[in-house]
Structures are given as structure tokens and as C-alpha cells.
């Protein structure tokens, strides 16, 4: 594969980053993953908006200009010819030189963007079967709305609900749940569909910004609020969204079937339209 790495494109094996950089000491950096769908790009001006949102919030500088990131995300989709997958991209505060918690000014951010080749990424299985999953406190820091690649306690979730034998692992604080390890999720109850509000305590996804506006759209009524795991055990239906699986429904939490135990109506119809429109404005 041919990465970019700090306005250089080379093979991933040539790539060299340096032991101080402080994404690699500290988990000083963020990212966004873009899907690619029929080799072009989805949603990519709402990446590079919550790219800059994140940036700004940890006070590091926008190292390329919108049109350059669009370049170099087209640039990998070219070389390495990706149809169906994603394009992943970093920035990190970059290396100080040494290892200290406060950092300095002048320090030039680190860049990296890769591919994945996903062959039928829109057409997972899984989409008609549902995810199954488990409920897990949610032990994350307090700002989730930036997307760093603090990843640490995601990853443990995500081996949680392995060795579970599930999907997936929703979070719950306070006796509510926040979001998915890597998605943000949803309950369906009659013609309402229920979730988080917008705060520090979860990321705000990409996905759900045009999920909601599409299911708005389709005179669905949306409750933004706080619920619990017993509450989603009791809905109609579940689903989560995310750039890298769009919308896929929720059929099993702690064990306990939601609804029929098989997808329902609203999160496959939501999928449908989601990937329908998503594709069209792909660029
Ligand atoms: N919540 C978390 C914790 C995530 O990691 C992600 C995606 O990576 C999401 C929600 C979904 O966000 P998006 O739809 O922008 O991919």
C-alpha cells in the first residue's frame, strides 16, 4: 500500500514516525476514517468539519488546507485503487524531540493518512441479521466529542464483548446509555426514534447528524434524550450508526431480545435511505 506520511506518498513500509512523537507517548492526536463507496468519498466535508472541531479543541493547527486533504484522500483512493473501503487520517502534535507532559510551540504536526481495502462494504451480512450486544460502564475521560486515538478502553470493550460472544459493547453512565465503542445508538419506539443528545459525552458522529435529518425527513418524530439499557431492552427496535458501518440494527442487549429479536422496519429502512443519498453525494 502507498501511504502519505508529512506531504510525502510511499509505500507503508518506508513510513517512519519518531518514538517521541506524542501520538505514539501521550495519545496526542485525532483522526477521522471516511468510507469510500464506489471509489468516492462519503461525507467528506463533515469529517473535515469535526476534524477542525477536534484540532482546535487540543489547540493544534490545521496542518493542510480542505483542498489538500481532499487531495491526498483522493490521491490514496487512486494509487491504491480502493472501490469499496476507507481512508484514515491523523494528525498528532508531533515530536517535541523529548518526552515531557506540557508541550511547546513550533512543534510541526505529524500527518498520516492510510487505506483499507473493504470489498462490499455496504453489503455486511450483518446489516440483515443485527449486531447482538452488552451493556459495560462507561470509564472513557470526559471528552468524547473529540475524536482522539485514545482508543484504549474502546478496544478493551471491543474484546469484552468477544469473549462475551457478541458484537459489540454499548456504554452506560449513570445509569444511561452514552454511546457504542465506536458508534453512536439509537432506540425505536413506535414512530419515535430516541437518542443521546449532543454534549462532551459522546462523539458527534458524522452518521448521526445526516441520519437524523434523513428520519426527519421521513416524518419520523425525534426524541433527543437520555435513556437506559432497560428501556432499550423494552423499545421496538434498536440500531447504531457510524462512517465505517452506516446503520445497523440492534436485535440483542444483555442477553435479552429487542423486539422480535430480528431487525424491524425503521433502522433497514434508515440504512436504505442513508447509503441511498450518501451515494449520491459522494464526491
Ligand atoms: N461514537 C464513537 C465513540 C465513535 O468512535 C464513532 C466513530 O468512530 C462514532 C460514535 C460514530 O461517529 P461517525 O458517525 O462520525 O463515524
Redesign the pocket.
Known amino acids: 500500500r502507498t501511504v502519505y506520511l508529512n506531504g510525502t506518498y510511499l509505500p507503508e513500509t518506508e513510513a517512519r514516525v519518531s518514538i517521541f512523537d506524542r501520538g505514539f507517548l501521550m495519545a496526542d492526536g485525532v483522526y477521522e476514517?471516511t468510507s469510500v463507496l464506489g471509489g468516492r468519498l462519503i461525507d467528506f466535508s463533515?469529517?473535515l468539519i469535526?476534524l477542525q472541531r477536534s484540532l482546535d479543541e487540543l489547540g493544534i493547527s490545521n496542518p493542510l488546507t480542505s483542498d489538500e486533504w481532499l487531495a491526498a484522500h483522493r490521491e490514496l483512493v487512486a494509487v491504491n485503487k480502493i472501490t469499496d473501503g476507507m481512508v484514515y487520517l491523523q494528525v498528532t502534535r508531533g515530536n517535541p524531540g523529548d518526552r515531557d507532559f506540557a508541550w511547546g510551540e513550533g512543534v510541526a504536526p505529524t500527518v498520516v493518512l492510510f487505506t483499507q481495502d473493504k470489498p462490499g462494504l455496504a453489503d455486511n451480512p450483518q446489516a440483515l441479521t443485527g449486531l447482538r450486544v452488552i451493556s459495560i460502564p462507561d470509564i472513557r475521560w470526559g471528552r468524547?466529542d473529540i475524536?482522539t486515538v485514545q482508543l484504549l478502553y474502546?478496544s478493551m470493550a471491543k474484546m469484552m464483548a468477544k469473549k462475551a460472544g457478541v458484537d459489540d459493547a454499548w456504554f452506560v453512565e449513570d445509569g444511561n446509555v452514552t454511546?457504542?465503542?465506536?458508534?453512536?445508538v439509537y432506540i425505536v419506539k413506535g414512530n419515535k426514534i430516541i437518542t443521546r443528545p449532543l454534549s462532551n459525552d459522546?462523539?458527534?458522529?458524522?452518521?448521526?447528524a445526516a441520519v437524523l435529518r434523513f428520519a426527519k425527513e421521513a416524518q419520523f418524530e425525534i426524541e433527543e434524550r437520555l435513556f437506559t439499557v432497560e428501556e432499550a431492552k423494552a423499545a421496538d427496535e434498536a440500531f447504531t450508526?457510524?462512517?465505517?458501518a452506516f446503520v445497523m440494527p440492534v436485535v440483542e442487549i444483555d442477553g435479552a431480545a429487542i423486539g422480535t429479536g430480528k431487525p424491524g422496519r425503521v433502522a433497514p429502512r434508515l440504512r436504505e435511505i442513508y447509503l441511498d443519498e450518501m451515494r449520491k453525494a459522494a464526491i
Do not use: C, D
Not at 459522546?202 to 448521526?208: A, C, D, S
Not at 450508526?241 to 465505517?244: D, G, I, Q, V
Open positions: 476514517v463533515g469529517h469535526r468524547r475524536k474502546p454511546e457504542g465503542t465506536s458508534n453512536n459522546i462523539l458527534h458522529g458524522i452518521t448521526r450508526t457510524s462512517a465505517s
